[in-house]
C-alpha cells in the first residue's frame, strides 16, 4: 500500500500573493485529487499588483529537495514553473537528468502578470537547449512562444509553426496558449501531439483582470490528471476546462491583477 496514492511534483517559486507559482499549483493539485510535493528553488515578494522583490535558493539546497523527494516518494509527474536564473536552470536540468519523476511538463514562465521579468535572457537560452529536451510537454503563451523560438506569431498559422519550432527544440508535445492572440475572440489553445497529430481548444473569454495564475494552473492541472494516469489528450481537454472555471467563477482579492478561484468545478 505504501505509495500507492498519485503523486505529482511542482518545482517553482513562491509567489507570497497566493495567485500563482507554487501556490498555485499546489491548490490546483489539490482540487484534483492529488498529493502534491515540491522543490522550491525561489521567493518572491509579491501581491496582484506586482512582483517587489525576488531570490532564488542555494543550488546545493534545490539539490536536496530533489533528493530527498526521491528518497520517500513515487512522484508520478511533474512539472516546472518559474525558474529564474541560469543557475537554478541547470540546478534543475541535473536533477531531472538523475531521478525520475514521471512526465514532465515545463511550463517556461517568462513575464509576471504585472510585467516583472521572472526569467532572465541568458536562462531562456538554457531553457531552450538544455530544459526543453526533456519536456514531455512544454506549454508557453504566445509571448513566451515567440522568445523561445524567435517567430512573429501573428496567426494560426504561425501558432502552428511555432509548434514545430519548439518540437525541433526537443519538446515532445506542445500546448501554446493562444489567450494574447486576438482580444475581441475566444481564447484558443493549439496542441501538437508528439505523434503529428494536432488540434484547438477552445474557451469563453471573460472580460476581467483577475486571471493571475492561469498558465502555472493549467499546466498543473495537466500534471495533476497525467499522475492519476490520464491520458495526455484527456489531461490537456481536463485542463483548458478547469482552467476556464477558475475565470469564470472569478473571486474578489487584491487591487491588482487577481487570483483565480481554484475552488471552481
Known amino acids: ?44 515578494a509579491q501581491n496582484t499588483l506586482g512582483v517587489q522583490k525576488s531570490l532564488t535558493l542555494p543550488p546545493e539546497m534545490i ?20 525558474l529564474g536564473d541560469v543557475a537554478t536552470v541547470k540546478t534543475v536540468v541535473k536533477n531531472l537528468q538523475q531521478y525520475d519523476f514521471g512526465f514532465l511538463t515545463v511550463d517556461p514562465v517568462m513575464i509576471a502578470k504585472g510585467g516583472a521579468s521572472l526569467l532572465t535572457e541568458e536562462a531562456i537560452e538554457t531553457v531552450k537547449n538544455e530544459l526543453l529536451p526533456l519536456a514531455d510537454l512544454v506549454t508557453p503563451n504566445l509571448p513566451e512562444a515567440v522568445k523561445l523560438t524567435g517567430r512573429n506569431i501573428a496567426s494560426q498559422e504561425d501558432m502552428l509553426r511555432a509548434a514545430e519550432d519548439l518540437q525541433r527544440l526537443g519538446a515532445k508535445n506542445v500546448l501554446i496558449k493562444g489567450g494574447h492572440l486576438d482580444a475581441s475572440q475566444a481564447a484558443t489553445d493549439l496542441v501538437l501531439l508528439e505523434d503529428g497529430k494536432t488540434f484547438w481548444m477552445s474557451g ?55 487570483p483565480l478561484n481554484h475552488w471552481a468545478v
Open 204 to 258: 469563453p473569454r471573460f472580460d476581467t483582470v483577475r486571471t493571475h495564475g492561469t498558465g502555472d494552473t493549467i499546466s498543473a492541472c495537466i500534471t495533476a490528471e497525467l499522475a492519476k494516469g490520464v491520458s495526455l489528450e484527456n489531461a490537456l481537454r481536463i485542463g483548458k476546462a478547469y482552467v476556464t472555471a477558475t475565470i469564470r467563477d472569478e473571486i474578489a482579492v487584491g487591487h491588482g491583477h487577481g
Open 1 to 44: 500500500m505504501v505509495n500507492e496514492f498519485p503523486q505529482a511534483l511542482s518545482i517553482a517559486g513562491s509567489d507570497s500573493g497566493g495567485g500563482a507559482g507554487m501556490q498555485a499549483d499546489l491548490k490546483t493539485m489539490q482540487m484534483r485529487h492529488i498529493f502534491a510535493a515540491t522543490v522550491l528553488v525561489a521567493i518572491t
Open 63 to 82: 539539490t536536496a529537495q530533489f533528493a530527498s523527494l526521491d528518497a520517500d516518494l513515487q512522484i508520478r509527474a511533474c512539472k516546472t514553473g518559474m
